[in-house]
């Protein structure tokens, strides 16, 4: 049989569409053509950094081929063609119903090529009809990893927040490898409420769409979590391949500097700054590309860095500067360095002087944290976070949290500059030496994973063989 030809087609998002490219990058690495399926405005997300492969002389194949995103015609504004774009959260539905009209130009692309599978976005959940049409398998890409899929499905099934009278009380989730204990505010409303939304309609499509799918690939590896790889497979009885951490197919130092944007601060200046720096001496602050901080809770933030004493790095994303307490950027000028717009999150990461990470606990920053090894400090907002600050402070145990309880959009209820002193001092100063040695652990086991025969490696091998036989049988 000819070459295996894969579509690939993220959720409009920076936190879907920068592991697509990498894993893109890839899968074209391995010999198989990749053709990344996205709209006009994010186009340059992916299209630089192929452009640099080829200018490279790097021979892979990936394509990417544009549909429209019907933005005006669901009264969402003009170019308003990514998540983080979208004016206000109840322009979520008109975003997901836009995205929906992308079938039927999809559906004429996948005529045109022909492509052995699609792998899309779990919030994509219609694709796995179209994939149906053409005989080809759909398989999903949650972004996410096992651990959090395990404890939602057992959350679903089980509803343990209906067995505590406040929503203080903790509870225990059950029929998992480990007693993970949860409240109710640390869970999302639409998975709580027995109401119907446009939010819990759109998972439940998620969900039977999963269903319905071939399998699942996630962007994680057997090493970190392999009782709930098991629990997964084996439980569960679901299909999937482990190919992570995607993120270390970025070597070279171009490749790490623009993942997503251009990065607000030119490499050089950046890495001039860190290489000032002693060994594991400064906190990195990043809160991913969507998640939002009230002006009180970043000032709050801002003396909480300043008493514990330590250096940092911290890339905000507002223009207002509402959220600097005054005087702040003159007194900490030679102890930190404020990036204001997009930081270049790999390149800071990976540099040895890098000695924490105060991280939302989006599913890529948490990862890209791991294979850097860098301990965390958790502070997680919504979606899957609060299940990957569990993932990291009780399973993984590389990180501390910072005492963040309540699931919300918008972050603005109070973590006090005490709590968050105290967690970056324990990761830095207390128990560092802890935390770094379990860290670094984990940093060798995501390399060796990776590497060619291991786990992941042979993942993404599995997956390639399972799609060959899948079109020879279907043919
Ligand atoms: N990112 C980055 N620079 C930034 C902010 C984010 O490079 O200033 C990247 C980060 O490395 C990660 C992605 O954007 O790959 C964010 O994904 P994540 O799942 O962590 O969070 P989300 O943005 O989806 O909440």
Redesign the pocket.
């Known amino acids: 049989m000819g070459q295996l030809h894969f579509f690939l087609f993220p959720m409009m998002?920076?936190?879907?569409m920068?592991?697509t490219l990498d894993m893109a990058k890839l899968i074209a690495s391995r010999g198989v053509k990749a053709t990344i399926i996205t709209t006009p405005l994010n186009e340059s997300v992916f299209s630089k950094a192929i452009q640099r492969n080829k200018q490279l002389g790097i021979e892979i194949e990936i394509e990417i081929r544009l549909i429209k995103f019907p933005a005006l015609e669901n009264d969402l504004p003009e170019d308003c063609e990514r998540l983080d774009l979208i004016p206000t959260e109840a322009h979520l539905p008109n975003f997901f119903k836009a995205a929906a009209m992308m079938q039927e130009p999809l559906e004429q692309l996948i005529q045109e090529c022909r492509p052995d599978c699609l792998v899309s976005d779990m919030f994509l959940p219609w694709t796995t009809d179209t994939a149906a049409k053409f005989n080809i398998p759909r398989i999903v890409f949650h972004?996410t990893n096992y651990f959090a899929l395990c404890v939602g499905d057992s959350m679903r099934r089980n509803k343990p927040f209906k067995n505590v009278s406040s929503d203080s009380e903790t509870f225990v989730v059950p029929n998992l490898p480990h007693e993970i204990k949860l409240t109710r505010t640390q869970v999302s409303p639409f998975e709580q409420s027995d109401e119907e939304s446009v939010m819990s309609r759109v998972l439940k499509e998620v969900r039977e769409s999963d269903l319905k799918s071939y399998g699942v690939i996630f962007n994680s590896f057997y090493e970190l979590e392999p009782d709930y790889v098991e629990h997964y497979t084996k439980v569960l009885g679901r299909k999937s391949w482990d190919i992570g951490p995607l993120?270390l197919c970025n070597r070279d130092i171009e490749d790490k500097v623009e993942?997503?944007?251009k990065?607000s601060i030119d490499k050089h200046e950046c890495l001039k700054w860190l290489d000032s720096k002693k060994s594991s001496s400064i906190v990195y602050i990043?809160?991913?590309?969507?998640?939002i901080f009230t002006a009180s809770q970043m000032q709050e933030l801002a003396m909480g860095l300043e008493v514990s004493g330590q250096d940092f790095i911290w890339?905000v994303?507002t223009d207002n500067e509402e959220w600097l307490p005054e005087g702040f950027e003159e007194r900490t000028k030679e102890k930190g360095l404020i990036?204001r717009?997009?930081?270049?999150?790999?390149l800071i990461l990976d540099h040895q002087a890098v000695g924490a990470f105060v991280?939302?606990c989006?599913?890529?920053?948490?990862l890209?944290g791991i294979s850097a090894g860098v301990p965390m400090v958790t502070w997680p907002l919504f979606?899957e976070q609060f299940f990957n600050e569990k993932l990291v402070t009780e399973v993984l145990r590389n990180g501390v949290g910072v005492g963040s309880v309540q699931w919300q959009a918008t972050a603005c209820e109070g973590v006090k500059r005490e709590e968050i002193a105290k967690a970056i001092r324990r990761v830095m100063v207390d128990e560092a030496k802890e935390f770094r040695n379990r860290a670094k652990e984990y940093k060798e086991m995501a390399k060796k994973a990776v590497d060619e025969g291991g786990s992941s490696y042979t993942g993404l091998t599995t997956l390639l063989k399972d799609i060959s036989t899948y079109s020879f049988t279907s043919d």
């Open positions: 998002a920076q936190g879907h920068i592991p972004g993120s993942r997503g944007k990065s990043c809160f991913g590309s969507v998640a890339a994303r990036i717009g997009w930081a270049p999150q790999l991280t939302h989006g599913w890529n920053s948490t890209e979606a």
